[in-house]
């Protein structure tokens, strides 16, 4: 998150976490292990920035079929799921 930034409420973290569950994993994988995406795991993103990754969520990557979510998410928002994918994501319940 942003320096600024507050955490999404506990509501919208679940619907964060279904988004990346299931949008983001419709093309990382639904185990988030890869698909026609690189995967979304902690061992895969070691060493990445939490900003950068924010970004790319954010912003899409130009040339490859990412898409930008910035319609659908606030930066807070993108920087949370940033650091939950660093963080690794946890099981659905």
């Known amino acids: 998150m942003s320096a600024a930034g507050e955490a999404p409420s506990p509501a919208r973290q ?3 976490l279904a ?3 299931h ?3 419709s093309c990382h994988g ?3 292990r890869g698909g026609l995406g690189p995967p979304l795991l902690p061992s895969a993103l070691s060493g990445k920035d ?3 990754l924010a970004a790319a969520i954010l912003h899409g990557r130009p040339g490859t079929a990412m ?3 910035s319609r659908f ?3 807070d928002e993108a920087a949370w799921l940033a650091h939950r994918l660093l963080e690794g994501v946890p099981d659905e319940r």
């Open 19 to 21: 988004l990346l569950r």
């Open 50 to 52: 939490p900003q950068g």
């Open 14 to 16: 679940g619907e964060l």
């Open 30 to 32: 639904l185990t988030l």
């Open 73 to 75: 998410l606030s930066e």
């Open 23 to 25: 949008d983001c994993g």
């Open 67 to 69: 898409p930008p979510w």
